[in-house]
């Protein structure tokens, strides 16, 4: 099966711009996840979907960070404006956990690393 | 405050010993422990999961354990190879609570031959 495709690979940008990632889940899978990994860190869970709808974004910074799961497939994550600390990969991961109980494998893709100059 | 710490940040082993990696935690219930594997510039592979009510899973040459009277987890790969030489993130899974899910910052494995 296809792994969870993420893109783009890299993106440069200056400080207060906006950026965009794009995740493209494994067919099938009803819950989708966006972390946040900074250099030598764990990734921090910033929002996970279960199809379309929202279960946890507790961890993510709302004034500046938005996510979106149209039709419960792809995702969007985006950042407006970002500032020098979000420098970090942001993965994107999947799993056929239907009921929201994290007792299924998250298949991750390799993310976007992100640099704010 | 709610902390989980794996045992070291980087851990050397020589080629054929067994590597045991450890992940404590404090002031969390999980009902689920992952186990992940990461190499540079890739995303986390997921290797094993263990619920609350088991003790011991086994896939091959990985074991891992689960204690929640200690509220440790130990991971342990037999028969090491250079191959094995990554990071290991360990995973804890809340259901429902504050945070459903959080990892610990890795412990970097490297096997010598």
């Known amino acids: 099966e296809a792994g969870v495709a993420q893109s783009p690979r890299y993106k440069i940008i200056e400080k207060r711009q906006s950026v965009a990632f794009w995740c493209n889940p494994i067919?099938?899978?009803?819950?989708l996840y966006w972390y946040q990994q900074i250099l030598g860190q764990g990734p921090k869970l910033l929002i996970q979907?279960?199809?379309?709808?929202?279960?946890?974004d507790s961890q993510l910074p709302k004034d500046r960070f938005s996510a979106e799961r149209l039709k419960g497939v792809d995702s969007t994550l985006k950042i407006q404006p970002a500032k020098l600390e979000d420098s970090a990969v942001y993965l994107c991961?999947?799993?056929?956990?239907?009921?929201?109980?994290?007792?299924?494998?998250?298949?991750f893709g390799d993310g976007t690393r992100l640099s704010i100059l | 405050s709610q902390k989980i710490e794996q045992n070291s940040e980087a851990l050397n082993i020589q080629e054929g010993k067994t590597a045991t990696l450890t992940c404590n935690y404090t002031?969390?219930?999980?009902?689920?422990l992952q186990w992940y594997r990461q190499d540079p510039g890739r995303g986390p592979v997921f290797l094993l999961l263990?619920?609350?009510?088991?003790k011991e899973k086994r896939k091959e040459r990985l074991k891992v354990t689960f204690d929640t009277t200690l509220k440790q987890s130990l991971f342990h790969i037999t028969a090491s190879q250079p191959a094995d030489s990554a990071t290991y993130l360990c995973?804890?899974?809340?259901?429902?609570?504050?945070?459903?899910?959080?990892f610990g910052k890795g412990t970097r494995l490297s096997v010598i031959a």
């Open positions: 991961a999947s799993s056929l956990d239907r009921l929201g109980l994290g007792n299924q494998p998250q298949h």
């Open positions: 067919s099938g899978h009803a819950t």
């Open positions: 979907f279960q199809n379309n709808g929202v279960v946890d």
């Open positions: 002031n969390y219930s999980p009902a689920y």
């Open positions: 263990i619920r609350e009510n088991e």
């Open positions: 995973a804890l899974v809340v259901p429902r609570g504050n945070t459903p899910l959080v």
